[in-house]
């Protein structure tokens, strides 16, 4: 009985400390949308459309791995790259109602930084 409770605990522990699935799943990635209401209507409109389609090339919403080296460049940079455009992606990531604080916030959601 001691040591079925002792293994209960150790995979519960265990558990515990298993970091989240760095890839959203295609369930997951259909309903995360930014706690701001501004920001989850221009969320739907620019940019979930390539950022929840794997096959775009888009990083995933939320996707941590795709995430972090772009995450290193700094806000500074990946803000540039959505004004500018880059890659594949349209200069202002194709929302001309966003503002720059809008962008700011919609990149730190993409990103899993925030604004859930």
Not at 10 to 35: D, F, M, Q, R, S
Not at 70 to 87: C, F, I, N, P, S
């Amino acid at each position: 009985m001691k040591r079925i409770l002792i293994v209960a605990i150790a995979a519960l522990a265990a558990t515990a400390c298993t970091p989240p699935a760095a890839k959203p799943t295609a369930a997951e990635l259909a309903v995360l949308a930014p706690g701001d209401a501004r920001l989850a209507e221009l969320y739907a409109g620019a940019c979930k459309t390539c950022h929840t389609n794997p096959q775009s090339g888009a990083p995933l919403t939320h996707d941590t791995e795709a995430w972090a080296p772009r995450w290193k460049q700094g806000e500074a940079t990946l803000l540039d790259h959505v004004v500018q455009g880059y890659k594949g992606m349209p200069a202002l990531g194709q929302c001309a109602a966003c503002t720059p604080d809008d962008l700011k916030a919609l990149i730190r959601f993409l990103a899993g930084k925030g604004e859930d």
